[in-house]
């Protein structure tokens, strides 16, 4: 086996930026991660800090999201619009409760293209008997119904975690598409009970959940790829009383790619899922090895934790004090 791969720049369809010095602290890692496409809410202060990433732009849908608000979002070049069902994850007090009333929106959508990023999970409701390891699965129905109503728009569930969801997405169309996280592939419910740098949202399910992500993308299945949803928080706001949801992937995601799809005997299939399976469903011009990146043999040291610029924080990325095999060459 080579000690040497040579890659496109990876793509990541889902990743968690922030603002204010968080911001500042994590966007150059992005490249440093492997990375040089993301989609973004908001671009120029990106750019002033990783000059070298195509951002994808995208919007949030709310009720100001009307089809001719649309219509001007694709003339400017907006890719996508993400949708949070309300309460199900950071940040999502304000999104969906009806997917119905956006209906002419969607309708705008599919007849300009865009793409409809969705998280996947109904809020949690004990009396309908739906709680944080059932609510993909329960979404499941919505994404079906939403598929069936608008079979041209691009669809994709974001970091999907279940069985129940690989096979669902596979079973729908080619305009369905997947993304799934590296935290997803590695996790499982025992990992985030009691370890909050390991508890996300959606969160890590069970065994036979995790299997199934690590088949779909061992078969180098063209609508699933990548979408970190790294999300970087504070270590006091992840070790406080309730803490923070998000696994924070970002500086060595492609070397952590490169080390699972080598434990799973597919390191052919890693160029698909990072590189080219997600600009070909976004649409996006292909991208070659040539001044690409090149994965060696040398062994990363992950940090324990990352200092926050300008303030007294850090913050703890996922394989945290430990080692991978696979790194970057400058």
């Known amino acids: 086996m080579s000690d040497t791969i040579?890659?496109?720049?990876?793509?990541?369809?889902?990743?968690?930026?922030?603002?204010?010095?968080?911001?500042?602290?994590?966007?150059?890692?992005?490249?440093?991660?492997?990375?040089?496409?993301?989609?973004?809410?908001?671009?120029?202060?990106?750019?002033?800090l990783a000059p070298n990433m195509h951002y994808i732009m995208t919007l949030y849908l709310n009720p100001d999201l009307t089809p001719a608000e649309i219509n001007k979002a694709a003339a400017a070049g907006i890719t996508g619009v993400k949708v949070y069902p309300s309460g199900v994850t950071t940040n999502s007090d304000w999104g969906v409760l009806d997917f119905k009333i956006y209906y002419p929106t969607f309708k705008a959508m599919e007849e300009n293209n865009m793409v409809l990023c969705l998280h996947g999970e109904c809020p949690s409701d004990a009396e309908k008997g739906i709680c944080i390891l059932n609510a993909e699965e329960r979404f499941l129905a919505t994404l079906r119904e939403l598929h069936a109503d608008f079979p041209k728009l691009r669809i994709v569930l974001e970091h999907a975690t279940t069985k129940a969801a690989v096979e669902?997405?596979?079973?729908?169309?080619?305009?369905?598409?997947?993304?799934?996280?590296?935290?997803?592939?590695?996790?499982?419910?025992?990992?985030?009970?009691?370890?909050?740098?390991?508890?996300c949202k959606p969160v890590a399910k069970y065994p036979t959940d995790r299997d199934a992500l690590r088949e779909i993308v061992s078969s180098g299945h063209p609508r699933f790829f990548l979408g970190s949803d790294s999300a970087p928080h504070p270590r006091r706001a992840k070790q406080g009383e309730k803490p923070?949801?998000?696994?924070?992937?970002?500086?060595?995601?492609?070397?952590?790619?490169?080390?699972?799809?080598?434990?799973?005997?597919?390191?052919?299939?890693?160029?698909?899922?990072?590189?080219?399976?997600?600009?070909?469903?976004?649409?996006?011009?292909?991208?070659?090895?040539?001044?690409?990146?090149?994965?060696?043999?040398?062994?990363?040291?992950?940090?324990?934790?990352?200092?926050?610029?300008?303030t007294e924080d850090t913050v703890v990325p996922f394989m945290a004090g430990k080692d991978l095999p696979w790194s970057i060459a400058e």
């Not at 889902?14 to 671009?43: C, K, N, S």
């Not at 998000?246 to 698909?272: H, Q, R, S, W, Y």
């Not at 399976?277 to 990363?300: A, C, D, H, M, W």
């Open 168 to 199: 669902c997405v596979k079973s729908l169309g080619d305009t369905v598409g997947c993304t799934i996280t590296a935290h997803h592939l590695f996790l499982t419910v025992d990992d985030w009970a009691g370890q909050p740098h390991h508890f």
């Open 244 to 310: 923070a949801a998000g696994v924070f992937t970002t500086p060595i995601l492609i070397p952590l790619m490169a080390t699972l799809f080598e434990k799973l005997g597919c390191l052919d299939k890693l160029e698909g899922f990072v590189s080219t399976n997600g600009r070909k469903f976004y649409q996006l011009p292909t991208v070659s090895s040539e001044n690409g990146i090149k994965l060696v043999k040398n062994q990363l040291d992950v940090p324990s934790a990352y200092s926050v610029k300008s």
């Open 6 to 48: 040579s890659l496109p720049w990876a793509s990541d369809f889902h990743v968690h930026l922030r603002q204010g010095a968080m911001m500042e602290t994590v966007t150059p890692m992005i490249e440093q991660g492997g990375v040089r496409t993301a989609p973004v809410e908001y671009e120029k202060q990106l750019k002033a």
